[in-house]
């Protein structure tokens, strides 16, 4: 067995390293969920609202829950 000393380790400064590390991380990760709920989530769903308000006739709507008898005081 070899009897040479271990090298201290290097303990001035570590938690600043290791946050910085850690923060440039976790922002690289936060800047890439941010984009993929963007393109995933939020513009499909803006592209499907658009799309249904497109051609809806609130009038034609109205009319038909009317005569469903849903509303009370329009008859």
């Known amino acids: ?3 040479g000393t271990l090298a201290k380790p290097l303990m001035r ?4 390293r290791r946050l910085r ?3 440039v991380g976790a922002f690289i990760v936060s800047l890439g969920v941010s984009a993929l709920y963007k393109f995933g989530v ?12 497109r051609n809806y006739d609130s009038m ?6 009317k005569a469903a ?3 009370q005081s329009a008859k």
């Open 1 to 3: 067995m070899a009897s």
């Open 13 to 16: 400064g570590l938690l600043a």
């Open 21 to 23: 590390i850690h923060i």
């Open 42 to 53: 939020a513009e499909p769903r803006k592209k499907a609202y658009a799309d249904f308000y």
């Open 60 to 65: 034609k709507d109205f009319e038909e829950m």
């Open 69 to 71: 008898g849903i509303f």
